[in-house]
């Protein structure tokens, strides 16, 4: 089956789009091509009514360098980076406030992504908004600062497409790179939990919506450091 007509992917690629609506990437991994399409726009609504309250910032890393992205945080949890190393706090160190509340809108998007990958009772209690520019990447990583890894991670993608670098259960494994596309969720959980990924770049099209912005929402279940 193949999913409704985008004009702005038929033009990115110059190509017939006839990619599936859902491809496991390998077990535990799948994506969910313009799983939230038509109601993108309320969840792009969502994340700028949280960075009104928690601004996008570019936050240090522990190398001494600077993230490319910019991000923010919403929920009881929110990832912080400094030259301190990474870790979940629930106070936002610009305000010293909380992060903002997770809207309802996005816990739901998220649960449901999860539920269709085969993750029931998804509880994201952590969701990390990026903001990625001309320039912007994230080099290969792995979620591991959640202390628990039993949930999956939920990642929703919003406005310019993302190159996205999915790799294994080893940085030296091999990598591949695809496309993530305004309302693309990607799930991944379970055996492939713990495989590194990354953001390469972006694709050089505007998006009609965010223009050259990139913005991704991740959703994760984190227990707390004690
Ligand atoms: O922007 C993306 O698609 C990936 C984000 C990511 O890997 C992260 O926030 O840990
Ligand atoms: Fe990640």
Redesign the pocket.
């Known amino acids: 089956m193949t999913h409704p007509q985008n004009p702005a992917r038929q033009l990115d690629l110059l190509l017939p789009d006839n990619r599936p609506d859902r491809e496991v990437l390998e077990p535990g991994a799948l994506l969910l091509r313009q799983f939230v399409a038509s109601s993108a726009a309320i969840y792009l609504q969502a994340l700028h009514a949280v960075a009104e309250q928690a601004p996008f910032r570019h936050m240090h890393t522990p190398g001494g360098g600077t993230m490319s992205?910019a991000?923010t945080s919403c929920g009881a949890l929110g990832?912080v980076s400094s030259t301190q190393g990474y870790t979940y706090t629930p106070v936002d160190p610009l305000s010293q406030q909380p992060w903002p509340a997770m809207p309802a809108s996005l816990f739901a998007l998220a649960r449901n992504a999860a539920q269709t990958a085969g993750y029931p009772g998804f509880t994201p209690n952590a969701c990390?908004l990026?903001c990625?520019q001309d320039g912007a990447h994230?080099g290969l990583?792995q979620?591991r600062d959640e202390g628990d890894m039993k949930q999956p991670?939920v990642?929703l993608?919003l406005g310019r497409t993302?190159i996205?670098m999915w790799g294994g259960q080893n940085r030296r494994d091999r990598v591949r790179t695809f496309a993530?596309e305004h309302g693309d969720v990607?799930v991944w959980g379970g055996p492939a939990r713990l495989h590194y990924?990354?953001?390469k770049g972006l694709a050089p099209a505007p998006h009609p919506i965010t223009g050259l912005t990139?913005y991704?929402i991740?959703f994760r279940h984190v227990v707390a450091p004690s």
């Open positions: 992205a991000m990832w990390l990026n990625y994230m990583h979620d991670v990642s993608s993302g996205f993530l990607l990924h990354g953001i990139r991704n991740t």
